[in-house]
Structure formats: structure tokens, C-alpha cells
């Protein structure tokens, strides 16, 4: 059965230093998504992608934040600078479109990310 | 107010019990409403979803939603030991741009 996937799976970054997570969604999905997890809170979503450009993003995307779609497969998050506070578990989520119709959004295991 | 509130638990029950699980929110536009099943560090995993007011079963699972009342629940059936883990409540507008989630109950369900 399809999944997303994400690498890596834990992620140890010093303060200030970029990073960049990766996730390959579902060969067939047109719409992606990035949350984070705060560890014992909820999940929260970060931003959504569709047609190489941001849908929606929310006020935890900051410019600090990007995303790319660099080739056909991979979906990446990109913190330019990360902060103590920027230590979560961050989700990618694919979701095919169906029209006229309702579709389902499909996690990635997740990228624990630690900074220090 | 928050957009979306749920009961954070954690909620206990004997094997076989019915669970109800259930959220509130405030945002008129949601449409689609969405319950995950987290395990420990691992991803969301979808459970249910349901459009606009009304119920749906799947198997031991009933996912039911009051547009009036602004309130979604999740029953499960006959429950069992593999069960436990953390429910998220999920909802979004029509098009699918956002997605909001409730902070999770933790259920735990005893042999």
C-alpha cells in the first residue's frame, strides 16, 4: 500500500543552524501539507502546497520557514535558523483531489526534530 | 475560544466497553470532519471522516456530527486492549486548505 515517507527520522540540529526535512508523498497526491507536533500538544498545521505554490499557512510560518517541491517526488520544509522552540515532531501529509468529492490526507511517520 | 476543543483525557474503560469520544467547535465554515488515531510518536492515521451533519459506521466504529450544535463524536464499539491510543479530532472548510485539529484524547482501554 502507498505511504508518505519522511527522512529523516530524528533530526539533532545546534540553534541557529538550517535544516531541511524531506518527505515523498503518495506518487499520485496533488496537495501537501506540513504540521508540527509540540511533544503532549496538539498537532498544528503549518502549511498547505498545491500547484508549486502555498495555499495556506499560518502564523507559525514564519519567514523563517520555506517549502519546495525541487523535483516530481520530494516535499521539503526548510527552517533557516532554528530556535530551542522549533524542537517538535513535524508531519508531512499527502492528499490525491478528487472532484467533486471528499479525499483523505495521508500522514508520513514523522521527522522528530531536536534542537540544542 | 479555540477553533476546536476536545477533551484531553486520558479516558479509561474495561475491554468491551462503548467509548465516546467527542469534540466542540466554533467555526460555522467546517465541513468535513475527520478523526485520527495517533499511537505513541508515530503519525496520525485516518479513522473516519464525514461530511455535514449525520452519522457513519464503520464496523465497531460510528463517527457522528451536529452541524446545529457544533459538536462531532466518535463512538467505538465493543472495545479492545489495541484501541488504546489517542484520538484527534480533525476538521476543515471546503476547500481542504487548512485543517484543524483537537489536542487529542488519550484512551486506554483495560483486558
Known amino acids: 500500500e502507498p505511504e508518505v515517507t519522511q527522512t529523516p527520522s530524528h533530526q539533532v540540529t545546534q540553534m541557529g543552524q538550517e535544516v531541511i526535512l524531506r518527505c515523498v508523498p503518495i506518487s499520485n497526491h496533488l496537495y501537501f501539507y506540513w504540521y508540527r507536533q509540540i511533544l503532549g500538544q496538539k498537532v498544528e498545521f503549518l502549511v498547505s502546497?498545491?500547484?508549486?505554490?502555498?495555499?495556506?499557512k499560518s502564523e507559525i510560518f514564519d519567514d523563517q520557514f520555506s517549502v519546495e517541491r525541487p523535483d516530481g517526488s520530494n516535499f521539503t520544509l526548510k527552517i533557516r535558523s532554528t530556535k530551542l522552540e522549533d524542537s517538535a515532531m513535524y508531519f508531512c501529509?499527502?492528499?490525491?483531489?478528487?472532484?467533486?468529492?471528499?479525499?483523505?490526507?495521508?500522514f508520513g511517520p514523522g521527522t522528530r526534530l531536536t534542537v540544542l | 475560544q479555540k477553533e476546536v476543543e476536545q477533551d484531553p483525557g486520558p479516558l479509561s474503560v474495561p475491554e468491551g466497553a462503548i467509548v465516546s469520544l467527542n469534540c466542540t467547535y466554533s467555526n460555522s465554515a467546517f465541513q468535513y470532519f475527520m478523526w485520527y488515531r495517533q499511537y505513541s510518536r508515530k503519525g496520525p492515521e485516518l479513522l473516519m471522516y464525514t461530511y455535514s451533519s449525520g452519522n457513519k459506521e464503520d464496523g465497531r466504529f460510528t463517527a457522528q456530527v451536529d452541524k446545529s450544535s457544533k459538536y462531532i463524536s466518535l463512538f467505538i464499539r465493543d472495545s479492545q486492549p489495541s484501541d488504546s491510543a489517542t484520538y484527534l479530532c480533525?476538521?476543515?472548510?471546503?476547500?481542504?486548505?487548512?485543517?484543524?485539529f483537537g489536542s487529542g484524547t488519550k484512551l486506554n482501554v483495560k483486558p
Open positions: 480533525a476538521m476543515t472548510p471546503y476547500n481542504f486548505n487548512k485543517f484543524y
Open positions: 502546497f498545491y500547484n508549486n505554490e502555498i495555499s495556506e
Open positions: 501529509a499527502s492528499r490525491p483531489i478528487i472532484a467533486g468529492g471528499t479525499d483523505e490526507q495521508f
